[in-house]
């Protein structure tokens, strides 16, 4: 069923609403009071077209939840769970009145998740590139200027090593044997640990032998349970075959990769995961997906961020880039400064200024300088939002993750200039009353 319509709430005798309670002069109710929530249950109330069933959630409730989620790095249950100890996150949400119980499931965020999809995550962050300009965070001309780079979002697995893989890879197994009602002649689950063990004592002892003997024996004792199940694939009903189909051809490409093979697995329960190498003294190796993140070039605002699956070279994301900085901005950008991973990138209408390139212009050279300054929003985003481990699954989780990741920054963004601008205000208003009171102690001298 669609949303439940919005219904006036009147004052109440014995409850006092929100807005007589909280500083209005808050950013984040400044910021409450600029987003387009309009804009949003329109567009997300177009995700429930059926009439049966209970009504769905508000549209500003579950927007507001994303938006605050990914702005203070919090989980599905710490934003709800926050959500109720905290007014000005009631009041964001579009709450009246002080609510006492949790307001959904935390799981209802992870189904709203795939009902927005990719179209509905960039809507958020459109119009959080719309809030900026209202706000005057940004200016508009600043979106002509915009600086384009690549990062790794990793994904929420554990470090990829051969023995863990193929323990992973027999238990899966074994679990699925048992679930279904096949008789395996050996399930290995007192041998195989221990060998998983053993492997990693050798190598952390550096013997070298004996890590790939006792790396042979667990891979012939997953080999023998993943043929065993072959033989015995006909008993499966018919609804399972897919789903023992798809866990046979992932343990079949962890027992048949080589270290030097492209495409390998490093997860089963993310196939998608890929190596990708930044070139980080600390961590040479990410495994995750390669982000692209477009900003502008002074205030540092995420006006484009797109997933990349595949590992594509830099130069060849360009184009994506920029055209989701046009659609989300309304205006399709003039200049892009990249670094040299982008050599040999051409858009036909749009300059590109690499680092390290030649030019006889002072403004260009400043613009090449200013390149590096995406860096820090990337860490902030790593740091201070959750774009440094994504928990979402499959290359859809990925898609949403980088987008509200992007949101996420913009609303930090936004609040730390209403902070300042604020504080501003208030520093100046104490020094006219300051000079009003040495004003009026020089006209009026108080005599003792």
């Not at 002074?298 to 997933?307: C, K």
Request: proline letters at 5%.
């Amino acid at each position: 069923m669609g949303p439940k319509a919005a219904q006036v709430q009147t004052d109440d005798l014995f409850l006092m609403r929100l807005d007589g309670q909280l500083k209005m002069s808050h950013p984040l109710i400044k910021l409450a009071n600029t987003l387009d929530w309009p804009a949003i249950e329109k567009e997300f109330s177009g995700y429930f077209v059926t009439t049966r069933g209970r009504p769905a959630l508000p549209p500003r409730l579950v927007a507001g939840l994303l938006y605050l989620q990914h702005a203070f790095s919090a989980s599905d249950e710490m934003v709800v769970n926050t959500w109720l100890e905290n007014p000005y996150w009631q009041y964001f949400t579009g709450e009246t009145y002080l609510q006492t119980e949790l307001p959904i499931d935390p799981s209802s965020l992870t189904r709203w998740r795939k009902r927005l999809g990719e179209a509905g995550v960039e809507l958020l962050l459109s119009l959080t590139i719309n809030a900026a300009k209202q706000l005057t965070v940004v200016k508009e001309r600043s979106l002509d200027r915009v600086i384009v780079d690549t990062t790794v979002m990793p994904k929420a697995i554990a470090h990829p090593t051969d023995n863990a893989l193929l323990e992973a890879a027999r238990q899966h197994m074994v679990a699925f044997a048992k679930e279904h009602g096949l008789a395996l002649r050996q399930n290995y689950n007192k041998e195989a640990p221990r060998l998983a063990i053993q492997v990693g004592r050798y190598a952390h002892a550096r013997q070298y032998n004996r890590m790939h003997g006792a790396l042979r024996k667990l891979k012939s004792r997953v080999g023998r349970i993943h043929r065993e199940i072959i033989r015995q694939f006909e008993l499966l009903p018919p609804e399972s075959e897919q789903s023992g189909f798809a866990l046979l051809q992932k343990v079949e490409r962890i027992l048949t990769q080589k270290p030097k093979d492209k495409n390998k697995l490093y997860s089963l329960h993310a196939p998608e995961a890929e190596c990708i190498s930044k070139g980080k003294a600390k961590n040479p190796y990410e495994f995750g997906v390669k982000v692209s993140i477009a900003t502008t070039l002074n205030e540092g605002l995420v006006v484009g961020m797109r997933s990349m699956p595949g590992n594509p070279y830099d130069g060849h994301t360009l184009h994506e880039a920029l055209e989701q900085a046009s659609i989300l901005t309304n205006r399709r950008p003039k200049i892009a400064i990249v670094d040299k991973g982008y050599k040999g990138a051409m858009i036909e209408g749009i300059q590109i200024l690499r680092s390290g390139q030649r030019t006889q212009s002072k403004t260009l050279k400043k613009m090449i300088k200013r390149r590096s300054s995406i860096e820090p929003a990337i860490g902030h985003m790593k740091m201070d939002g959750r774009l440094a481990r994504n928990p979402l699954k499959g290359a859809i989780g990925d898609a949403l993750h980088a987008v509200l990741c992007g949101a996420g920054h913009n609303l930090r963004l936004i609040l730390g200039k209403l902070r300042l601008f604020c504080s501003l205000f208030l520093s100046l208003l104490f020094r006219n009353i300051l000079a009003t009171l040495k004003q009026n102690q020089l006209m009026h001298p108080v005599v003792f």
